[in-house]
């Protein structure tokens, strides 16, 4: 088998480098050196990380996953922006939006339409028992 670089390892498990890096520090992966003391990743560490479970694809063309696929339920327009809130199975999602977006979207009550949400952080609450 062969050695991988860092960055070849990575592309194939979907990380980053840093996180490579990371991983070498904390244990979680087992790295070796070359005569130049570069780290190298042996191909056998790839395929036992590579055996978690992946994410699935979207099946669209936008980096966001989380994605709620629903119906419009309202949609409230005041000057150049507008409040649309899409039913998605026990869901609403509600977004701001601009007043152009819903015209060209042509989002009205009724029309089908998908929420996808990027988000850099994401609050959890826990639930009382």
Do not use: C, Y
């Not at 996180?19 to 070796?32: F, N, P, S």
């Not at 395929?47 to 479970?53: A, I, K, N, Q, V």
């Not at 989002?107 to 929420?115: M, N, Q, S």
């Amino acid at each position: 088998m062969a050695d991988l670089t860092l960055g070849e390892a990575a592309r194939a498990l979907g990380v980053s480098a840093d996180t490579l890096r990371r991983w070498d520090r904390a244990g979680k992966l087992r790295t070796v050196r070359d005569e130049r003391n570069r780290r190298l990743v042996p191909e056998s560490e790839v395929e036992r990380l590579s055996d978690r479970p992946q994410r699935p694809p979207t099946g669209a063309k936008l980096s966001a996953r989380n994605r709620f696929a629903g119906v419009v339920r309202s949609v409230e327009v005041d000057g150049v922006m507008a409040i649309v809130e899409i039913e998605a199975g026990p869901h609403i999602v509600v977004a701001a939006v601009t007043r152009d977006s819903v015209k060209e979207l042509g989002l009205a009550p009724g029309v089908r339409a998908t929420a996808a949400v990027k988000a850099t952080s994401v609050m959890v609450e826990r639930d009382n028992p």
